[in-house]
């Protein structure tokens, strides 16, 4: 298969990154791509996605990406995964893959082994220059699901229209489905047998970076990777729900500037020149005068170690370096002095947070199931929103209108291929309802 080619198929199925801000997938591929890495860590506490298709789908993923390095030129794959979950993969076809272009490379059982510059580290010993991406070290990562949907789009000239979801947390079992894109994730809840949300909140992603759902309004889209119910009376809920005000207040009153948010961060101990506690006092305080300490924010992966294990006041030093991260990028504003880290700093290896610390500081242990069985629900949505925006970079624009039909897989919006963006497709057969700026309904 001829670059072009590929390019084309990933841009027209609407790939993006199955976890994570949904960067579109084509835009990736480059002649510069030397090493290609599988994100298979399974990041987050109660997160099993990546689990089922490495368990289920391990050959064709293991031929995907034999094409991508035919494809791209790259020297070879590498499947990034924790010992621990070792056992979910094939032992025939992890053997095959000896002398191949292919490996497996176990990681440690740490948070956040899923961050793109940690999980470079682990598998192939290269730091990615501070506000730099992966490439600039001749470096590919992407996700495990993301492959899967290349291997479809490639194969079976399908496109993205529906996504893979782990619902857990409070619940008596643990399972993951998969689910049109655009459905109502109340909806999608309710089919599966999740229907006593009284008092409940539930979380899009992760314990740790998932965002608080509104069961009245949101959707599955393609980066829809778990619905995480949890008590509304749990910390995880009452520090996703507290105002930015207020974290801003408490900081300015609680922080003792001992910088354990500094000394604790992934980041830094790679390396990188970011201090979380000069961040968190700056904007606590207005500090304005300091500006690196608001531009500095722009490396940081949102990843919660600093607020969840490294803080001792109950501080949030996380959310208000993502709320600063923002609003540098809604004005346009970078950061000039970044630098290409040399090597890890000599303290990381005793600052290591594992999975089993992280799950007890959350307080979710008696929520960690023995195992996420694969239920395959049959839903069928009277109704489904399909986003414009479920990816990084420019809306896509639709190609359809009100009182069209359309069917599984028919493209109703697309980003232009020259701009940062992708494609969207329905998920259901039916007639489109409403086009707004932001989704367009479509009606069985």
């Not at 032992?91 to 956040?112: F, Q, W």
């Not at 990615?128 to 990562?141: C, L, Q």
């Not at 949300?197 to 393609?222: E, F, H, R, S």
């Not at 359809?400 to 992708?422: S, W, Y």
């Amino acid at each position: 298969m001829k670059f072009e080619e590929l390019v084309k198929i990933v841009y027209d199925a609407g790939i993006v990154g199955a976890g994570g801000a949904g960067f579109p997938t084509h835009r990736k591929f480059s002649d510069k791509v030397k090493q290609i890495i599988v994100n298979a860590a399974e990041c987050e506490p109660l997160m099993m996605v990546d689990h089922h298709i490495l368990e289920h789908h391990l050959k064709p993923l293991i031929d995907t990406l034999n094409l991508l390095i035919d494809t791209i030129g790259a020297n070879e794959a590498i499947i990034g995964i924790k010992g621990k979950n070792m056992h979910l993969l094939d032992d025939k076809i992890v053997s095959s893959l000896a002398g191949t272009r292919v490996s497996i490379h176990e990681i440690p059982d740490i948070y956040p082994a899923g961050d793109e510059v940690v999980l470079t580290y682990e598998t192939t010993g290269k730091i990615i220059p501070e506000g730099a991406i992966p490439v600039m070290v001749g470096v590919m990562v992407i996700n495990v699901e993301t492959v899967y949907n290349i291997y479809k789009a490639v194969n079976r000239k399908e496109a993205v229209v529906d996504k893979y979801i782990t619902i857990g947390g409070d619940t008596k079992e643990d399972i993951t489905v998969k689910a049109p894109i655009g459905m109502k994730i109340k909806e999608l809840l309710e089919t599966a047998g999740y229907r006593d949300l009284d008092d409940k909140a539930v979380i899009n992603g992760g314990p740790m970076m998932g965002k608080l759902v509104d069961l009245d309004k949101d959707t599955v889209t393609k980066t829809t990777k778990g619905l995480l119910i949890f008590p509304k009376t749990h910390s995880i809920v009452q520090r996703k729900l507290r105002p930015m005000q207020m974290t801003l207040k408490r900081a300015s009153a609680a922080c003792c500037n001992c910088r354990m948010c500094s000394d604790m961060c992934p980041r830094y101990l790679l390396g990188y020149d970011l201090n979380v506690h000069k961040t968190l006092r700056a904007a606590s305080h207005s500090e304005v005068h300091d500006a690196e300490a608001f531009l500095q924010s722009a490396l940081c992966c949102g990843c919660g170690v600093c607020t969840v294990i490294a803080c001792q006041q109950d501080l949030d030093p996380q959310a208000i370096s993502m709320e600063t991260k923002g609003l540098l990028g809604k004005h346009g504003l970078k950061r000039q002095n970044n630098k290409a880290p040399e090597k890890v700093r000599a303290e990381r290896a005793s600052r290591l947070v594992s999975s089993q610390t992280l799950i007890d500081r959350l307080g979710i242990r008696r929520y960690v199931k023995d195992k996420v069985e694969r239920r395959n629900i049959e839903f069928s949505p009277s109704e489904v929103y399909i986003d414009l925006k479920q990816h990084v970079g420019k809306p896509a624009a639709p190609t359809v209108k009100t009182g069209d039909k359309v069917a599984v897989g028919d493209v109703v919006a697309r980003t232009a291929f020259e701009d940062l963006g992708t494609t969207m497709h329905a998920s259901i057969n039916g007639t489109v309802k409403e086009v707004t700026d932001t989704y367009i309904a479509i009606g069985r």
